[in-house]
């Protein structure tokens, strides 16, 4: 019975969804966040138990009953549900941004009271989380696509929730017609697999048998559905050059949202490009060069394209971008490197690999961490240009300490979680005596940029002058500043002690 625990989440958040979605006022917000705070703890709670203790959860749902007799070409009556290392260190991922996000929410959310329906909010909000959930742990290929194309959906409207904004408008547009194309990619490909190779067979270890033979039998082939699920997949996210819907989405957004969407969400491409890479197919060192190219020119697009904004959170988006480059160059390296042979390479392959999971989990929580400190900000000013705001440390401490934790963590400085990470890409990369050298100095010069980007993001709006005059401006309630400080504990933790989060990845 323990196997049903996987579906414990779902429910909570489907109800959390449809009950929120009754109430336009307060009690919508906080229905959906106790909800999804709860759901998100139980999520954890399921991903460190399969982490820890090495038990792989299973589950086939059957919707319709073996009583009723449906002829159809290909089994949606049966869902494949499977929480393996993979699916649980990414939900992991979620389970934590998501418990912050949510309780950051039940305040933050009320500053939209009498301005949009707090109901049609819930009911997205935790749509949303319940759709990235099953993204991860969803088994089967068909439904998989079918809760990706939901997620973009129920995040399109978060994008747009402050509907009266033309702004908020059309970057929802752009987000949902650029990664809706990305889908339809990943559709065609899927087809492909589902129809001319495994003979509508839907289960992800079925599928694998297939993938595995057609390297073997039909090489141009297994190349041209690699390169269409990678385009596909490099939309959401946000690799160059499918990366100008990112900038103009995630500001627009609740900043609680915007958490979810850079924190975590841009994350659902990286879970597949693991299970393309090392799942489905093998790692070459021609792929692993590719992928590793793309990730080198995003950090470095990315990245000094943030130094240029002065808009906090077009700042932050841009930086996901730069961030996502560090996650996808390490994949790359690692695949270079485990397909080149030798023990020392495989030591480097495996350090490669660990970093790209290293960075990915520190990426999540430095950079909602970032997002909810520019949130409290606009919650207290109501603004969110550089250019104007300042001095708000003497206003706003917690805030501007877990800011600088973020800052510094974003920025690679030790003890704080984001120089591990990076170390490992570098030491991985550079002394690997191949192309991977010079996408290690170019990663490691970026880093000096994201530092300098940041410590004009914390200047500006902590400790320089401000243009304006700020009255009765004070710390956010208490919720707020328990999730910062929440998020900021954790990238000390994951800085200090790298054998916490290196034990959680060695199983994958």
Same mark, same amino acid.
């Given at each position: 019975?323990?196997?049903?625990?996987?579906?414990?989440?779902?429910?909570?958040?489907?109800?959390?969804a449809?009950?929120?979605?009754?109430?336009?006022?307060?009690?919508?917000?906080?229905?959906?966040?106790?909800?999804?705070?709860?759901s $998100?703890?139980?999520?954890c709670y399921?991903?460190?138990?399969?982490?820890f203790?090495?038990?792989?959860?299973?589950?086939?749902?059957?919707?319709?009953?073996e009583i +009723?007799?449906?002829?159809?070409?290909?089994?949606?009556n049966?869902?494949?549900?499977?929480?393996?290392?993979?699916s649980?260190?990414?939900?992991?991922?979620?389970?934590?941004?998501?418990?912050?996000?949510?309780i950051?929410?039940?305040?933050?959310?009320?500053?939209?009271?009498?301005?949009?329906? *707090?109901?049609?909010?819930?009911?997205?909000?935790?749509?949303?989380?319940? =759709?990235?959930?099953l993204?991860?742990?969803?088994h089967? +290929?068909?439904?998989?696509?079918?809760?990706?194309?939901l997620?973009?959906?129920?995040?399109?409207?978060?994008?747009?929730?402050?509907?009266?904004?033309?702004?908020?408008?059309?970057?929802?547009?752009?987000?949902?017609?650029?990664t809706?194309?990305g889908s339809?990619?990943?559709?065609?490909?899927?087809?492909i697999?589902?129809?001319i190779?495994?003979?509508?067979?839907?289960s992800?270890?079925?599928?694998?048998?297939y993938?595995?033979? %057609?390297i073997?039998?039909?090489?141009?082939?297994?190349?041209?559905?690699?390169?269409?699920?990678?385009i596909?997949?490099s939309v959401?996210?946000?690799?160059?050059?499918?990366?100008?819907?990112?900038?103009?989405?995630?500001?627009?957004a609740? $900043?609680?949202? $915007?958490?979810? *969407?850079s924190?975590?969400?841009?994350k659902?491409?990286?879970?597949?490009f693991?299970?393309i890479?090392?799942f489905?197919?093998k790692?070459?060192?021609y792929?692993?060069?590719?992928?590793?190219?793309?990730?080198t020119?995003?950090?470095?697009?990315?990245?000094?394209?943030?130094?240029?904004?002065?808009?906090?959170?077009r700042?932050?988006?841009?930086?996901?971008?730069?961030?996502?480059?560090? +996650?996808?160059l390490a994949?790359?390296a690692?695949m270079v490197?485990?397909s080149?042979?030798?023990?020392s390479?495989?030591?480097l392959?495996?350090?490669?690999?660990?970093a790209?999971?290293?960075?990915a989990?520190n990426?999540?929580?430095?950079?909602?961490?970032?997002? *909810?400190?520019?949130?409290?900000?606009?919650?207290?000013?109501?603004?969110?240009?550089?250019?104007? %705001?300042g001095?708000?440390a003497?206003?706003?401490p917690?805030?501007a300490?877990?800011?600088?934790?973020?800052?510094?963590?974003?920025s690679?400085?030790?003890?704080f979680n984001?120089?591990?990470?990076?170390?490992?890409?570098?030491?991985?990369?550079?002394?690997?005596?191949?192309? =991977?050298?010079?996408?290690?100095?170019?990663?490691?010069?970026?880093?000096?940029?994201?530092?300098?980007?940041?410590?004009k993001y914390?200047t500006?709006?902590?400790?320089?002058?401000?243009? %304006?005059?700020?009255?009765?401006?004070?710390?956010?309630?208490?919720?707020?500043?328990?999730?910062?400080?929440?998020?900021?504990?954790?990238?000390?933790?994951?800085g200090i002690?790298?054998?916490?989060?290196?034990?959680?990845? $060695?199983?994958i």
């Amino acid at each position: 019975m323990a196997e049903y625990a996987i579906l414990a989440p779902i429910v909570l958040f489907v109800l959390g969804a449809v009950i929120s979605s009754v109430f336009k006022g307060k009690l919508g917000n906080y229905i959906s966040s106790f909800f999804s705070l709860i759901s $998100s703890l139980i999520i954890c709670y399921l991903s460190l138990s399969v982490l820890f203790y090495n038990k792989v959860l299973e589950l086939q749902l059957r919707l319709i009953p073996e009583i +009723i007799k449906l002829s159809l070409p290909i089994n949606l009556n049966v869902i494949y549900i499977k929480i393996d290392f993979l699916s649980a260190f990414f939900a992991l991922i979620l389970g934590i941004v998501g418990f912050a996000s949510s309780i950051y929410g039940i305040s933050y959310i009320n500053r939209y009271l009498h301005k949009q329906h *707090l109901g049609f909010y819930g009911l997205n909000y935790a749509s949303f989380l319940c =759709l990235m959930y099953l993204v991860f742990v969803i088994h089967d +290929i068909f439904w998989f696509i079918v809760f990706w194309e939901l997620m973009t959906v129920a995040s399109q409207f978060l994008v747009s929730y402050e509907k009266e904004k033309i702004v908020a408008r059309k970057a929802a547009y752009k987000y949902f017609c650029m990664t809706k194309a990305g889908s339809e990619v990943i559709i065609v490909s899927a087809l492909i697999i589902l129809v001319i190779l495994s003979g509508m067979q839907t289960s992800f270890d079925i599928v694998k048998n297939y993938t595995e033979k %057609l390297i073997v039998e039909n090489t141009i082939l297994a190349n041209v559905l690699l390169a269409m699920l990678f385009i596909g997949f490099s939309v959401k996210a946000s690799l160059v050059p499918f990366h100008t819907w990112l900038p103009d989405a995630h500001p627009e957004a609740p $900043s609680n949202v $915007s958490a979810l *969407l850079s924190g975590v969400m841009i994350k659902t491409s990286v879970y597949m490009f693991f299970r393309i890479f090392y799942f489905f197919f093998k790692p070459t060192i021609y792929w692993g060069s590719i992928v590793a190219t793309i990730g080198t020119i995003t950090l470095f697009v990315g990245t000094m394209y943030a130094i240029l904004q002065t808009d906090s959170k077009r700042l932050l988006a841009f930086h996901s971008i730069g961030q996502m480059g560090y +996650i996808v160059l390490a994949l790359g390296a690692s695949m270079v490197l485990y397909s080149m042979g030798g023990e020392s390479y495989a030591i480097l392959a495996s350090a490669a690999f660990a970093a790209s999971l290293y960075h990915a989990l520190n990426h999540a929580m430095f950079k909602s961490l970032l997002f *909810l400190t520019a949130g409290s900000v606009i919650y207290r000013t109501g603004s969110r240009n550089l250019n104007v %705001l300042g001095g708000l440390a003497k206003f706003m401490p917690v805030t501007a300490i877990s800011a600088l934790i973020a800052s510094l963590s974003i920025s690679g400085i030790p003890p704080f979680n984001g120089f591990v990470s990076k170390w490992l890409i570098y030491s991985s990369t550079i002394p690997s005596f191949t192309p =991977l050298t010079v996408y290690g100095v170019v990663a490691l010069f970026i880093s000096a940029v994201t530092a300098a980007s940041f410590v004009k993001y914390f200047t500006t709006l902590f400790t320089k002058p401000s243009a %304006l005059e700020f009255e009765d401006i004070k710390e956010v309630p208490t919720v707020m500043v328990f999730s910062q400080v929440f998020l900021a504990v954790i990238c000390t933790i994951l800085g200090i002690y790298p054998v916490l989060p290196l034990t959680i990845i $060695s199983p994958i």
